[in-house]
């Protein structure tokens, strides 16, 4: 899964989704077997052109991989209290192993509210407290999905951790928070840098890891990367033409690190494939 080319290592998302998928269907048979069905309740409110593709993805994985799935859609209209409403009957929904209620959802809905009222157990997206706490302390839980995707692709290039310097760039509550956790669980060094960082450049040019997880193009440009760091992009940016693009400078970039995740088809895929990995975890961990 892993393409060499005149620069760096692709790090293909493509291929190892397909591969992990291979194994998430197998392991879906298997519980079938035993008379239980995964099950993912996708819910969107509004919409949203982009959320609207990502859940028609999230559903198609499902149905590729021998899930339930359900998509629930809902007019921008809906109140707070409606929703909350509905996650309760899906946390006891016993059909229904995961929720994942697509962010944003409209300004008169507090996310956080929204995120906290999932039952821990279902709470494939990693977003709960609950979810970010047994990251943080190494218990068992749900990580979320993007993160947990990266550190797949790092160890489908046998790459180890341990001692390296790990640098991520952005620090949201879904990407790089937890990702500078998983990576310090692995027992790299880990620097996490963010919009208030003096000289990032100065950062980035000691990483043998750099994580771009931004949303801005051109984060990261060859100038700042060391030359064999291994380089992954959570960017998904539109280009000048339109194109589909990340946070870095992937063809300058290419020619100084060992390897490197294309925008499409690096860490975007993975991001679906860990939510139906998440989900079959938590119909096993609910089977008898
Ligand atoms: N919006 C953008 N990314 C995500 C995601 O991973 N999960 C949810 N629920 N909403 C999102």
Redesign the pocket.
């Known amino acids: 899964m892993n393409t060499s080319t005149s620069g760096a290592q692709l790090i293909d998302g493509v291929a190892l989704s397909q591969k992990l998928r291979t194994d998430v269907t197998a392991r879906a048979q298997a519980l079938k077997a035993r008379g239980i069905t995964p099950g993912l309740a996708v819910i969107l409110v509004g919409d949203n052109p982009a ?1 609207q593709v ?1 859940v028609r993805n999230k559903v198609k994985g499902c149905q590729d991989c021998g899930f339930h799935s359900v998509l629930e859609k809902y007019d921008a209209s809906m109140t707070e209290s409606e929703l909350l409403a509905r996650i309760e009957a899906l946390n006891h929904d016993p059909a229904i192993h995961g929720i ?5 959802v409209p300004k008169h809905i507090n996310a956080a509210k929204v995120i906290e009222a999932i039952s821990p157990a279902k709470d494939v ?1 990693g ?1 709960h407290v609950a979810s970010a706490g047994a990251l943080m302390t190494g218990m068992p839980g749900f990580w ?3 993160p947990y995707g990266c550190m797949k692709m790092l160890e489908s290039i046998g790459y180890d951790l341990r001692g390296k310097h790990a640098v991520v760039i952005g620090r949201s509550n ?1 990407v790089g928070k937890p990702m500078a956790l998983m990576l310090l669980e692995k027992n790299a060094t880990v620097t996490l840098c963010h919009s208030a960082t003096h000289n990032l450049k100065a950062m980035t040019l000691q990483a043998d890891v750099i994580v771009a997880a931004v949303g801005k193009r051109n984060v990261l440009t060859a100038d700042m990367v060391k030359p064999g760091a291994v380089v992954l992009d959570v960017g998904m940016n539109r280009n000048d033409e339109g194109k589909l693009c990340g946070d870095v400078d992937f063809e300058g970039v290419r020619q100084v690190a060992s390897a490197i995740t294309p925008v499409p088809g690096g860490v975007g895929p993975m ?1 679906i494939t860990m ?1 139906l990995v998440n989900t079959l975890e938590a119909a096993e961990r609910a089977a008898p």
Do not use: E
């Open positions: 959320s990502y994942l209620v697509q962010l944003p997206d977003f979320p999905c993007t879904i991001t939510l």
